[in-house]
């Protein structure tokens, strides 16, 4: 076990639809990062957050948007969903960003759109 | 984009046997990571090598990293069936990139018992 929690576990949505994913980090870590893995596209940075504080993007649709809330905890909002959204998404967490970043995957969130 | 690229992509062995994994790089980094997942589950990290190291070791896993190619290398010894797992090496450009991890696209190992 990680630290890091994801929920929820699985999701089922339509297209067009929205839906939010949220992130607890482990306790004590100041940065999120929230990462996308598709068969196609691998695992791809989404965003990372920094003490609340956008820090870092990827490559993030901006149907997508995400935030860091003062307890620290972060949700990602996927909106206008399409089909190829369906994937894995994972939280990650660290205590700060540097030189030591080893990060903590959360267990994910499989969203499938149909 | 994915800036490790992984080699093999697949590799079956029998347990008892070593392990070695791939990945390679394109641009300088502060740390390179190696993250294990199982089919469908969290990323666990295993072991984090910074650019001034050349070999680490953990356990049964051995790290190695060359920056003038920009490769690196995991050896797991003595494999065991609960190996069985993708293998993932990820770098870290550090501050001017935010911090991110860049993966590659993993070896998938099967350790048959």
């Known amino acids: 076990d990680s630290g890091v929690t994801q929920t929820p576990k699985h999701l089922i949505t339509a297209t067009g639809q929205r839906v939010t994913l949220r992130c607890s980090p482990r306790?004590?870590?100041?940065?999120v990062y929230w990462y996308q893995q598709s068969l196609d596209q691998g695992l791809q940075f989404l965003i990372q957050?920094?003490?609340?504080?956008?820090?870092a993007k990827g490559n993030i649709l901006e149907r997508f948007s995400a935030q860091q809330f003062p307890d620290l905890h972060s949700e990602l909002n996927l909106s206008s969903l399409e089909l190829g959204d369906s994937a894995l998404y994972f939280c990650?967490?660290?205590?700060?960003?540097?030189?030591?970043?080893?990060?903590?995957f959360g267990p994910g969130t499989r969203l499938t759109v149909l | 984009s994915q800036q490790g690229e992984e080699d093999p992509q697949a590799l079956s062995i029998q347990e008892g046997e070593n392990a070695t994994m791939n990945c390679s790089y394109k641009?300088?980094?502060?740390?390179l990571q190696w993250y294990r997942q199982n089919s469908g589950r969290g990323l666990v990290h295993l072991i984090l090598?910074?650019?001034?190291?050349r070999e680490k070791h953990s356990g049964r896993l051995r790290v190695t990293l060359d920056t003038s190619k920009k490769s690196s290398s995991l050896l797991i010894t003595a494999s065991r069936a609960a190996d069985t797992a993708s293998y993932f090496c990820a770098t870290d450009a550090g501050e001017t990139s935010g911090s991110r991890l860049t993966f590659g696209e993993g070896t998938q190992l099967t350790v048959n018992p």
């Open positions: 957050y920094y003490n609340g504080e956008e820090r």
């Open positions: 090598i910074r650019s001034n190291e």
């Open positions: 641009t300088s980094i502060n740390n």
């Open positions: 990650a967490s660290s205590v700060v960003a540097g030189v030591r970043n080893e990060q903590f």
């Open positions: 306790s004590g870590d100041l940065s």
